[in-house]
């Protein structure tokens, strides 16, 4: 297969040249989002006093050209010159068809408890955070408009199997007190520890001055959160996306469709004996159609000095692979469709405000689910559709200093118990029945979406995580950020993170609830809760065993070095602590030391 795998690059390598002889410069390449360009662009735009520019990312290089020449340059002083000209270097076009490179990354993990910080979404620099051992990188540029990326890593798989008591599990995370990302010390079974679910990043890019349309997959992120976004984060491995954006002076529009398995695919996720059941394969027929559909709409006003932007999305379902073409209309308000089995409808707000020169003021709000004032229920006048909100405030603040800028965010979040929950909008008993709360094993028109993972060459695992904030719902969450950027040289910095959490996860089940707690649905709770009253689709002892919000502190430092222009060097140390794990007061507190160094090599 490595060899068919070779083959087939060295063919597409040759026959670029042949089809494309020649390419004019274009911008049309979009800018990951890992690349620093977006936090030396927010050092700008804060630095200045202008609103942050548009959150609505990835961008492409066109759109980020467009964004610096909107920064007044006379108010920067000679310390920021240097994040002007790596911003230039950046987003500058290359004169070429095509570009092969093969960066090589050598980490190496390092932690104390190896008992119970074992999975990947245990630790902090996890999954989407570690660099493959090699990354095999194509960009085309076939003519002025049109953008070509594809990358290939050799890398471990995020999982390696599961088990019937815990679900996906994987034998590269913890279950060593030491290990590394060097893939030819791990492999067996010839070979099926590799992954061969990528590229993770793979697209076509094209577009014009001011817009410009992408197909593929990437990352996608909405919003100013450091912790997360209310209606898209970019924890996400991949989206496999249709994206279009265009953009003016003082506003930007984009429409979004990502697409995710069916949960009929993988439900129920537990068997009659309360097991996990992943027993599934790249043989089964996939059916069923999981698509986001979003569109934002950004404003500048006040002279650059306020950002506002509105979000409306819904997640719509059809196990029949029907899809009514009449949603796809871009300016459609798509919460009046009113199609309760099929979508399942959100809207946010955010802002930001350059307070002054150097501090910006940020905030996001989502509402999910609420009652509609006079919405009744036959026969149970107490009972209503339980709130679904999300509420973040945060302040950002940098100063350049020494060819370099000194930064710092603090954030406060708070989550719903039901916000992204819902039912399958079905209502057993006619019209005239009351609406029915989430069964045991059914699974909803929510904001839980799947990934599908590939291991042991040929079983699957559908991987469920949040669309939008990664915590979820029943969370109150305090973040700090700080440290100093040597631009293009050094950086240094620390993270302090704590978390309530109660005992509501992705797997509750969606229930009507009681206003005044006398009826027989769920009495209406607030976050965080200590009790877990609903039945739990993959924890069937989560009412029994759940009795108290979780605590978790995370205390980090990380740096990198760049040695020189192709070697960096970079390391990350993470503390965890957390009290009540699992929701369980009968558990003792649990901590971690982790720690990540790593070197990359751009060949």
């Not at 118990?417 to 005239?432: E, N």
């Not at 929510?446 to 669309?467: D, H, P, T």
């Not at 065993?545 to 390391?571: I, P, W």
């Amino acid at each position: 297969m490595r060899n068919r795998l070779t083959m087939t690059l060295a063919i597409c390598v040759i026959s670029l040249g042949v089809v494309f002889p020649s390419a004019d410069l274009n911008y049309q390449k979009i800018i990951p989002l890992d690349s620093p360009l977006y936090d030396y662009m927010d050092y700008l735009y804060i630095d200045v006093g202008m609103a942050l520019p548009s959150t609505a990312r990835p961008w492409s290089a066109a759109e980020a050209f467009f964004l610096l020449e909107r920064v007044d340059k006379s108010k920067l002083n000679t310390d920021s010159q240097l994040v002007l000209q790596a911003i230039e270097d950046e987003i500058e076009p290359v004169d070429q068809v095509f570009d092969l490179s093969f960066p090589v990354s050598l980490e190496t993990y390092v932690h104390t408890d190896t008992e119970h910080f074992d999975d990947p979404d245990e630790w902090i620099r996890g999954y989407e955070q570690r660099r493959p051992m090699v990354d095999i990188v194509l960009e085309t540029w076939p003519g002025e408009a049109v953008y070509g990326y594809s990358s290939y890593q050799i890398t471990f798989p995020k999982f390696t199997g599961f088990s019937g008591d815990s679900g996906a599990v994987s034998g590269f995370y913890g279950s060593e007190w030491i290990s590394s990302n060097i893939i030819f010390l791990y492999m067996k079974n010839g070979g099926a520890d590799v992954d061969f679910g990528v590229p993770y990043r793979a697209y076509g890019s094209f577009g014009g001055l001011n817009w410009n349309m992408q197909i593929g997959r990437d990352k996608v992120s909405w919003g100013a959160g450091e912790t997360g976004n209310f209606i898209i984060s970019d924890h996400l491995t991949y989206h496999n996306q249709g994206r279009f954006t265009a953009y003016a002076k003082n506003f930007k529009y984009t429409l979004l469709t990502s697409f995710f398995p069916h949960p009929a695919l993988y439900y129920p996720i537990i068997d009659d004996v309360g097991d996990f059941d992943y027993a599934r394969t790249h043989n089964d027929l996939v059916t069923g159609l999981k698509m986001f559909l979003g569109h934002r709409l950004e404003w500048r006003l006040f002279d650059d000095r306020l950002g506002f932007a509105i979000t409306e999305a819904i997640m719509y379902q059809s196990l029949e692979n029907y899809l009514d073409l009449s949603v796809l209309n871009p300016a459609m308000v798509f919460h009046n469709l009113y199609i309760r089995q099929n979508a399942n409808s959100i809207i946010s707000l955010d802002l930001d405000y350059a307070w002054k020169r150097g501090l910006n003021l940020y905030g996001q709000i989502v509402l999910d689910e609420f009652a509609l004032p006079g919405e009744e229920f036959p026969g149970k006048d107490d009972n209503a559709i339980p709130n679904g909100f999300g509420y973040m405030l945060g302040v950002k603040a940098n100063k350049p200093l020494r060819e370099g800028y000194l930064f710092g965010s603090f954030e406060w979040v708070m989550t719903d118990p039901f916000l992204y929950l819902r039912d399958d909008g079905v209502t057993k008993g006619g019209q005239t029945a009351e609406y029915n709360s989430q069964e045991l094993g059914e699974y909803g028109v929510n904001w839980v979406v799947a990934i599908r993972r590939l291991y042991q060459n040929s079983k699957i695992i559908y991987e469920e995580e949040f669309l939008g904030y990664p915590h979820g719902g029943d969370a109150i969450v305090l973040n700090a950020n700080f440290g100093y950027r040597a631009i293009g040289k050094w950086s240094l910095g620390g993270n302090v993170f704590f978390m309530w959490h109660g005992t509501y996860d992705k797997w509750t089940l969606w229930s009507l609830v009681d206003t005044d707690d006398t009826g027989d649905n769920i009495p209406n709770v607030s976050t965080p809760t200590d009790d877990h009253l609903p039945d739990n689709n993959g924890d069937p002892t989560a009412r029994d065993t759940r009795d108290a919000v979780s605590h978790s502190l995370v205390c980090s430092a990380y740096g990198e070095y760049q040695l020189s222009g192709n070697l960096d060097l970079y390391g990350q140390m993470d503390f965890i602590w957390i009290q009540n794990p699992g929701n369980r007061s009968d558990m003792a507190p649990i901590t971690d030391v982790q720690l990540t160094l790593g070197m990359t090599w751009k060949l």
